[in-house]
């Protein structure tokens, strides 16, 4: 996962992968900051920005399979849209407030397709 410590997405999706992480043998996450790899940061942006969190799947050969983020599909589509709107501030109280409804239940949806995509990715 590339993220930094001020990432107020991060704080969201953090639990979810961890959890996850720590139910299944085969997962070993690793978290790295986003300014110290640009490299790795620029091949993963979504549009202009350097938005994170990113979660980057691997094989076990270090071959990436899969990549999620910045935040769940329908965060993300508000954001960029209605959104932008709102001032920073109040951008970021709504933020905060759907991803207190949704509780992790569309993060952890999308995480878990994510790595069902790099398991079919490393089959074919």
């Not at 410590?5 to 961890?18: I, K, Q």
């Amino acid at each position: 996962m590339l993220t930094e410590d001020w990432c107020g997405d991060a704080v969201n999706t953090l639990p979810v992968l961890a959890a996850i992480s720590n139910r299944a043998r085969n997962l070993d996450l690793r978290i790295l900051a986003r300014d110290a790899n640009p490299d790795l940061m620029d091949g993963h942006r979504t549009g202009k920005s350097r938005s994170i969190p990113i979660v980057i799947v691997l094989d076990s050969q270090f071959a990436e399979r899969a990549w999620w983020g910045p935040r769940p599909a329908p965060l993300q589509g508000w954001v960029v849209n209605a959104g932008r709107a709102l001032t920073p501030a109040e951008r970021y109280r709504e933020v905060r407030r759907w991803y207190a409804r949704d509780r992790g239940t569309t993060t952890l949806a999308e995480l878990l397709a994510t790595l069902r995509r790099a398991q079919a990715a490393r089959a074919a």
